[in-house]
């Protein structure tokens, strides 16, 4: 498995961990508002079921974004090197390397940072299309793409 596949992998499972938390986390507020609707009444019954409610909506907007981030990753092949910058592209910069995907966290593979980030991101959109060797700034900071893979 190639570093940028290792990469991919690990982004994959963490949406797809955080996909099963939601559900988990949304399933377990169904069943909390099921059993409290059965033996309560009353202004602090309806307060609780209102707050439920809400955060249900909390959770499912979540799960809704982590779907729509597994969705981006799932079409992304992970063994396709290219020259110019596309999404799922590995770039170093400044050296840093930068996963253009979707925005994630940091991780750390084989004790190397990598930044997951949008293509629409201010980054991600000067990176995308450009290749090795391109220069640019943005916000006073220069950047030189070092390798794309």
């Known amino acids: 498995m190639t570093f940028k596949q290792k990469i991919h992998s690990h982004y994959l499972q963490m949406v797809q961990d955080r996909i099963d938390v939601f559900k988990d986390m949304i399933s377990g507020l169904t069943e909390d508002s099921k059993n409290d609707a059965k033996g309560s009444a009353g202004d602090k019954h309806e307060t609780a079921l209102s707050m439920m409610h809400i955060e249900q909506e909390k959770l499912t907007n979540k799960l809704k974004e982590s779907i729509a981030q597994k969705a981006v990753l799932d079409k992304i092949d992970s063994s396709k090197n290219t020259e110019n910058i596309i999404s799922g592209s590995l770039v170093k910069a400044n050296g840093i390397y930068l996963y253009v995907s979707v925005a994630l966290p940091k991780i750390a593979i084989d004790g190397i940072n990598v930044i997951a980030l949008s293509p629409q991101s201010p980054l991600g959109n000067h990176l ?11 916000n006073k900071t220069h950047y030189t793409i070092e390798s794309v893979l």
């Open 128 to 138: 995308m299309g450009n290749k090795a060797g391109f220069k640019f700034e943005i």
